[in-house]
T-cell receptor, first 116, second 111 residues
Framework: EAGVVQSPRYKIIEKKQPVAFWCNPISGHNTLYWYRQNLGQGPELLIRYENEEAVDDSQLPKDRFSAERLKGVDSTLKIQPAELGDSAVYLC??????????????FGQGTRLTVV | KQEVTQIPAALSVPEGENLVLNCSFTDSAIYNLQWFRQDPGKGLTSLLLIQSSQREQTSGRLNASLDKSSGRSTLYIAASQPGDSATYLCAFGAGSYQLTFGKGTKLSVIP
């Protein structure tokens, strides 16, 4: 079974340009997370989806970041316009929530964004 | 705000040694704790998940324990190998389904 798939793996853009990341979670997983990881730090949550609903986006910089999860499956995270400080690794994760039980979370390989 | 602390930040051990990585958290209302491994330039690989009702989980040479009363979890690695070199991250699972991460412990196993 395929794991969480993210694309692209790497992206280099100039500041003020837009960029988008794509995530395909594990089939059947109803919860999807986007995290940002800076060098030497742990991942920090940007947004969490339950099916197609964004249930926690308090850490998402809404002036420039947006996300969507169409039909409760694939998700895209967009930055427009990008700033130098947005350089980081963007990680997508998914898990299955069953009757309130928190199952194991699985992560994709991440997208390394460099803004120049 | 939940805080997760991992000490030490880096650890270097000779091959074959047993070692313990530590993770502490401030909120006793824990649902689960998950340990991950991250190789350079890669995503996170899940190692072990401990539910709040459990005290430990084992997988091969890895054993993770959870002590809710003291706010601590440990990851024990037996007979370390150079291939175990990576950064190990713990994540606190809250009732809101959030996962809050520590900054990780970078492990180097010297042949």
């Amino acid at each position: 079974e395929a794991g969480v798939v993210q694309s692209p793996r790497y992206k280099i853009i100039e500041k003020k340009q837009p960029v988008a990341f794509w995530c395909n979670p594990i089939s059947g997983h109803n919860t999807l997370y986007w995290y940002r990881q800076n060098l030497g730090q742990g991942p920090e949550l940007l947004i969490r989806y339950e099916n197609e609903e964004a249930v926690d986006d308090s850490q998402l910089p809404k002036d420039r970041f947006s996300a969507e999860r169409l039909k409760g499956v694939d998700s895209t995270l967009k930055i427009q316009p990008a700033e130098l400080g947005d350089s980081a690794v963007y990680l997508c994760a998914s898990r299955l929530e069953v009757f309130g039980v928190h199952t194991e979370a699985f992560f994709g390989q991440g997208t390394r964004l460099t803004v120049v | 705000k939940q805080e997760v602390t991992q000490i030490p930040a880096a650890l270097s051990v000779p091959e074959g040694e047993n070692l313990v990585l530590n993770c502490s958290f401030t909120d006793s209302a824990i649902y689960n704790l998950q340990w991950f491994r991250q190789d350079p330039g890669k995503g996170l690989t899940s190692l072990l998940l401990i539910q709040s009702s459990q005290r430990e989980q084992t997988s091969g040479r890895l054993n993770a324990s959870l002590d809710k009363s003291s706010g601590r979890s440990t990851l024990y690695i037996a007979a370390s190998q150079p291939g175990d070199s990576a950064t190990y991250l713990c994540a606190f699972g809250a009732g809101s389904y959030q996962l809050t991460f520590g900054k990780g412990t970078k492990l180097s196993v010297i042949p």
